[in-house]
T-cell receptor
Framework: GESVGLHLPTLSVQEGDNSIINCAYS??????FIWYKQESGKGPQFIID?????DKRQGQRVTVLLNKTVKHLSLQIAATQPGDSAVYFC?????????????FGQGTRLTINP | DSGVTQTPKHLITATGQRVTLRCSPR?????VYWYQQSLDQGLQFLIQ???????AKGNILERFSAQQFPDLHSELNLSSLELGDSALYFC????????????FGPGTRLLVL
């Protein structure tokens, strides 16, 4: 399937430190990428997006980096807070499939330690 | 709060039954998407509607169907339910079919016993 089976990677970070969450995407024709945050019992929440003609985009405390050569996406969260604890998903939009569906990665569980 | 609403929040039913999940998109959004999230398969795209018409299909079983009404709300119908259909079902919406930023609702948790 497009979304691989779940052995959810985990990342623990000390509060106040920076965190980097990585994602390898599958389709070299994907033209749009999104990071979502999902807290327990809630739906995925949009964090930041980036188009394939960019390699970096910054938001508030978050930065997304895109390396199309190796099909790699990363999300950097600066000065982490307890509320950043969640599962983070990257999603890609395959431009060659004629639809707007998103293909999600497996997710990374981020835990912020006080 | 994304502005996407889903009802019910929780649903418990038995195998063989049929249920309907409802979604109201954000105000102004024309596209609605349905996703299934289970423990072993992650977030899987099921189907997309745009302004009342089916636009794309993903891994949606024949026992499942959906529609989008003139007021743009959408319903996902799940029939002949099996234990393996237990999952979180999310609806997302976007401004248009060309706009990829999808905003997700809170989901419906379905438990089939």
């Amino acid at each position: 399937g497009e979304s691989v089976g779940l052995h959810l990677p985990t990342l623990s970070v000390q509060e106040g430190d920076n965190s980097i969450i990585n994602c390898a995407y599958s389709n070299s024709a994907s033209d749009y990428f999104i990071w979502y945050k999902q807290e327990s019992g809630k739906g995925p929440q949009f964090i930041i997006d980036i188009r394939s003609n960019m390699d970096k985009r910054q938001g508030q405390r978050v930065t997304v980096l895109l390396n199309k050569t190796v099909k790699h996406l990363s999300l950097q969260i600066a000065a982490t807070q307890p509320g950043d604890s969640a599962v983070y998903f990257c999603a890609e939009r395959p431009a060659n499939q004629g639809a707007q569906k998103l293909v999600f990665g497996q997710g990374t569980r981020l835990t912020i330690n006080p | 709060d994304s502005g996407v609403t889903q009802t019910p929040k929780h649903l418990i039913t038995a195998t063989g039954q049929r249920v309907t999940l409802r979604c109201s998109p954000r105000s102004g959004d024309l596209s609605v998407y349905w996703y299934q999230q289970s423990l072993d398969q992650g977030l899987q795209f099921l189907i997309q509607y745009y302004n009342g018409e089916e636009r794309a299909k993903g891994n949606i079983l024949e026992r499942f169907s959906a529609q989008q009404f003139p007021d743009l709300h959408s319903e996902l119908n799940l029939s002949s339910l099996e234990l393996g259909d237990s999952a979180l079902y999310f609806c997302a919406s976007s401004l248009s079919g060309l706009s990829a930023t999808q905003y997700f609702g809170p989901g419906t948790r379905l438990l089939v016993l």
